[in-house]
C-alpha cells in the first residue's frame, strides 16, 4: 500500500507581504501629499489611519498565513490598494468639509470588513460546504431583495428605494444579496447544467432550452424586473440578471443563453422604460446630459463628473488640487470623477488595472480549481465584480444610463465593504484550494506511478496490482463531506 501525499511545503507568502508594503505606501503617501497639499503639513489622524491599516492589511496576511496558506498572494495587496486610494481620496474631501465625507467612518467599515472576511476564512474551511446552503442561499438573496420594499422599513434616497433602516443604521441590502444569489446560481447550475446544455432543440444555430427548464431564469427575469420597477434600480436590477446569465454560460457553454438572457433583459427594459417616469429620465439624462433644461437638475451630477474629469487630463491636477466639492456625492457614487480630476486619466487606468487583476485572478482560480461548485462560484464572483465596474464606471463615463452601485472597496460606504470584502474572502478560500498541491495529475498530463506501502494517515491508501492513484483529500479531492459528483471528477483529473 502506498500514501500520496504532496511534499512541497506551504508558502511563506513572502510575495504577498512585499505587495502590501507597496500598496500601504502608495495609499498613505496619498494621505501625506493631501495633508501638504492643503495643510502645508501631516493630515489630521494621519499616524491613526497609517497604523490602523497596516494592522489590519499584515493581521490578515497571517490569517491567511494560517488558515489559507496556498491562497493567491495577489489579490489582499491589489485590495489594500484600493481600500489605501479610497482612504486618501476621501480623507481629502473631508478636510475640506464637504458634507457627507467622512475618512473615520470609511476606516471603521474597512476595518470592520477585513475582521468580517478574516472570520469567514477561519468559518469556512472549505469552500464546497456552501453547497448545502444552495436553496436557503436563494430565499435569503430574494429576502434581501425585497426588503427595501417593506412599508417603514425601506426608505427612498435620490430617487432610488435600496436602503433599509434599523434605528441609526442603514444597510444596502443588494450588496449581500450578490454574494447570496452567487451561491444559488451555482449549486443550482452545477447539478442541473447537462440538462440546461444538451436538452432542447437547435434553433438558427442556437441550442434553445426545453420550457420546463426557464422555470429558474423566469423567476431570476422577474425579480430583477421588481427591483428596477419598485426600487427604480437599474443598476441593481441589471447586476442581478448579469450574474445569472454570465454563470449560466459558464455552466452550460451555450451561446443560446446569453442570446436569451439579453432578449428577455432588453425587453424588460424598454417595458419598464414605457411605463415608469423615472426610467424614462435616467435614460434621457444618458442621451442628452447637456440639455439646458436638464443640467441644472437631474443630469448636473454627471455634467460636474465629466468636467471633473476633463480638467485632470492625462495626469491629473495632483492629491488636493481639485475640486471634489463641485461634483455631487463625489465620496460614494462619483468617487471614480474626483480621482480622475487629481489623478487623471493615468490614474484613472491604474486603478481600473488593479480592478482588472483581481478578476483575472478571480477566473483564472475558477479554471483551476477541482471541482464544479468552486469552478462556477469563483466564476461567478469575479464576473459580478467586473460586472459592478462596468456599470459604475459606465455611468460615470456616459457610456451607459448611470445607476445607483459604488465602485468596490473604493466609495465610502458600509454595506459595499463588508459585501465585497466577504466576497474577496471567498475568493481567497477558493484560490487555495485550487493551488494546494495535489498528488493528481493536472488536467491532460498522466499521473506517475507510485511505490506500494501500507500506512493510515488521511492521505489515499492505493492497493492491489494494477490500482492507480487515487486521492481523497479534504482540500482537493472528495473528503467526507463530498458528493459522488466530485468524487468522480476529482478521480478523473477533469474539469465538470
Do not use: C
Request: hydrophobic fraction near 55%; aromatic fraction near 10%; charge should be neutral.
Amino acid at each position: 500500500m502506498s500514501i500520496l501525499q504532496p511534499e512541497e511545503k506551504a508558502p511563506a507568502r513572502v510575495a504577498e507581504a512585499v505587495l502590501l508594503v507597496v500598496a500601504l505606501t502608495l495609499g498613505m503617501g496619498g494621505m501625506w501629499m493631501v495633508g501638504y497639499a492643503l495643510d502645508d503639513g501631516l493630515p489630521e489622524g494621519f499616524w491613526t489611519y497609517t497604523i490602523v491599516l497596516t494592522a489590519l492589511a499584515f493581521t490578515m496576511h497571517i490569517v491567511l498565513r494560517l488558515r489559507a496558506p496556498y491562497a493567491d498572494q495577489v489579490i489582499l495587496p491589489a485590495v489594500v490598494l484600493l481600500n489605501s486610494i479610497s482612504m486618501a481620496m476621501i480623507l481629502r474631501q473631508d478636510l475640506v468639509g464637504i458634507n457627507g465625507a467622512n475618512a473615520s467612518r470609511h476606516l471603521m467599515w474597512t476595518s470592520l470588513g477585513i475582521v468580517v472576511a478574516a472570520v469567514a476564512l477561519f468559518v469556512i474551511r472549505d469552500h464546497r460546504s456552501l453547497r448545502r446552503l444552495t436553496y436557503t442561499a436563494m430565499i435569503v438573496g430574494i429576502v434581501l431583495v425585497v426588503l427595501p420594499l417593506i412599508p417603514g422599513l425601506g426608505r427612498e434616497i435620490n430617487g432610488a428605494k435600496i436602503w433599509i433602516f434599523i434605528g441609526p443604521f442603514s444597510l444596502q441590502p443588494a450588496e449581500f444579496a450578490k454574494i447570496a444569489f452567487a451561491v444559488f446560481f451555482a449549486g443550482y447550475l452545477v447539478a442541473n447544467r447537462d440538462t440546461l446544455a444538451l436538452a432542447g432543440k437547435k434553433f438558427i444555430g442556437l441550442q434553445l432550452p426545453r420550457l420546463r427548464d426557464l422555470g429558474p431564469i423566469l423567476i431570476v427575469w422577474a425579480v430583477s424586473l421588481a427591483v428596477l420597477i419598485g426600487e427604480k434600480d437599474l443598476g441593481t436590477s441589471l447586476l442581478f440578471f448579469g450574474l445569472f446569465v454570465g454563470m449560466l454560460y459558464l455552466a452550460t457553454d451555450r451561446v443560446g443563453w446569453i442570446v436569451i438572457g439579453l432578449v428577455m433583459f432588453a425587453g424588460g427594459a424598454v417595458v419598464a422604460w414605457s411605463i415608469f417616469s423615472h426610467v424614462q429620465l435616467r435614460v434621457n439624462i444618458w442621451l442628452d446630459a447637456l440639455n439646458p433644461d436638464l443640467i441644472t437638475g437631474p443630469s448636473f451630477q454627471l455634467v460636474q463628473g465629466l468636467f471633473a474629469m476633463a480638467y485632470g487630463g492625462m495626469f491629473g491636477a495632483g492629491w488636493g488640487g481639485g475640486y471634489p466639492e463641485i461634483v455631487p456625492f463625489s465620496f460614494s457614487d462619483f468617487i471614480y470623477a474626483a480621482l480622475g480630476e487629481e489623478l487623471g486619466l493615468t490614474g484613472l487606468l491604474a486603478i481600473l488595472l488593479v480592478y482588472l487583476v483581481i478578476v483575472q485572478r478571480g477566473l483564472r482560480h475558477a479554471v483551476g480549481v477541482r471541482d464544479g461548485f468552486g469552478k462556477l462560484l469563483a466564476g461567478g464572483l469575479a464576473f459580478v465584480m467586473a460586472l459592478q465596474l462596468f456599470v459604475v464606471v459606465g455611468g460615470i463615463t456616459r457610456l451607459i444610463p448611470l445607476t445607483g452601485l459604488t465602485l468596490p472597496f473604493m466609495a465610502q460606504g458600509g454595506s459595499s465593504l463588508l459585501a465585497n470584502w466577504i466576497v474577496i474572502a471567498l475568493m481567497l478560500r477558493i484560490s487555495d484550494a485550487a493551488r494546494r498541491p495535489s498528488a493528481l495529475p493536472t488536467r491532460g498530463a498522466l499521473a506517475e506511478p507510485a511505490p506500494v506501502a501500507a500506512a493510515n494517515s488521511g492521505a489515499i491508501e492505493v492497493g492491489g496490482p494494477g490500482a492507480g492513484p487515487v486521492q481523497a483529500g479534504t482540500e482537493a479531492g472528495a473528503g467526507r463531506n463530498s458528493t459522488p459528483d466530485d468524487a468522480t471528477q476529482i478521480v478523473r483529473g477533469v474539469d465538470l
